[in-house]
């Protein structure tokens, strides 16, 4: 499976953004997928992540209310849009994707749990 994030960029305190992460190779198999992000001299930490159904979702306490995760299966998209950017949303936010098991809803933030990851989109928020 071949992930691609794209969508980033530059937006202003308070605006909003939505990233998209489309996947290509064997997606005939059901997968949990998560956004990650990494800001600069910081460990890659876990945003949000999506179930194969959508049905549940996952999201680290700083972005609740604010982002929100959501995936079209028929086109292979996992979408995250960012409402009420802050400047220490900015980082290079990543795609990852692993087997959608029960085991999926307890290890979810652990990026060492992820089998593919997406090449990451910068998102910068200017104060």
């Known amino acids: 499976v071949q992930l691609q994030a794209y969508g980033g960029g530059l937006v202003q305190a308070g605006g909003s953004r939505r990233l998209s992460c489309t996947a290509s190779?064997?997606?005939?198999?059901?997968?949990?997928v998560a956004w990650f992000r990494q800001a600069p001299g910081k460990e890659r930490d876990f945003v949000a992540g999506?179930?194969?159904?959508?049905?549940?979702?996952h999201y680290t306490a700083s972005v609740k209310g604010r982002f929100t995760i959501s995936r079209e299966n028929a086109e292979n998209t996992v979408y995250l849009q960012m409402n009420s950017l802050q400047p220490e949303d900015t980082a290079i936010y990543y795609c990852?994707?692993?087997?959608?098991?029960?085991?999926?809803?307890?290890?979810?933030?652990?990026?060492?749990?992820?089998?593919?990851w997406g090449q990451g989109t910068q998102v910068t928020v200017s104060s």
């Open positions: 990852a994707a692993r087997p959608d098991t029960a085991d999926s809803r307890i290890y979810y933030s652990q990026g060492r749990n992820y089998d593919y």
């Open positions: 999506i179930t194969q159904s959508g049905r549940t979702t």
């Open positions: 190779g064997r997606t005939g198999s059901r997968y949990y």
